[in-house]
C-alpha cells in the first residue's frame, strides 16, 4: 500500500501550504470557470428586448418580458434596474454589443475596401482622361494619403490688444453705418 492511503476509515487530512514558498512549488492550477447560470425564459425575453436596443427604456423591455399589471412604475424601474444588473444578463448584452462594434467596423472597412478598389481600377482602366483624373484626385483625398487636404495656417503677429483694437474699429464701423 501507498504511504498515503488510509489503513482504516477514519479520514484523511492533507494540510496544504497556502504561503507565498520559495518560488520552487509547481504552478497552481487555475481555478474552474464558475458554472453560468441559464436564464429563465422572462429573463432571457428581457434580454431579447434589450438586444433589439429599439430605444426603449429598461422598464419597457421589462414589462415586455414579465407581467406587471400589479407593479408601480417605480418597482418596475428598480425590478428592471436590477436585471439589466444580473451578472449574466451583463455579460450577454456586452457580449452582443462587442460582437455589433465589430460587425460595423468590419462593414466600414469592407465598404472602404471596394471603393479604393473601385476608384484604384477607375484610375488605371478609365475610358476617358478626365475619370482617371478624378479618380486619382479621390484616391490622393483619403486617409493616410490626404495628398490633397486644404490646410489654413494661422500666423499670430498681433498682440491681443490689436486685434481688439481693430475689432471694435470695425464694429464702430458697421455700427454707424447701420444706426
Sequence with gaps: MDDDTPTDDT????VIDGGAGDGNEPEAK?????K???LTSKQEAFLAALIRD??????????????CENMSAAAIHNEASLLAGHREVARRLTLNRASIERS?????L?????????LEREATDAAS?????AALVALGKTQGVDLFTDRVEQVADRTPDEVRAELEQRLAALLGRTG
Design 11 to 14: 479520514p484523511h487530512l492533507t
Design 54 to 67: 429599439d430605444g426603449r427604456s429598461l422598464s419597457d423591455c421589462y414589462r415586455e418580458a414579465y407581467d
Design 30 to 34: 487555475p481555478k474552474p470557470k464558475a
Design 129 to 133: 482622361d478626365s475619370a482617371r483624373v
Design 36 to 38: 453560468r447560470r441559464k
Design 110 to 118: 469592407s465598404r472602404r475596401r471596394f471603393v479604393l478598389e473601385g
Design 104 to 108: 460595423s467596423q468590419s462593414s466600414a
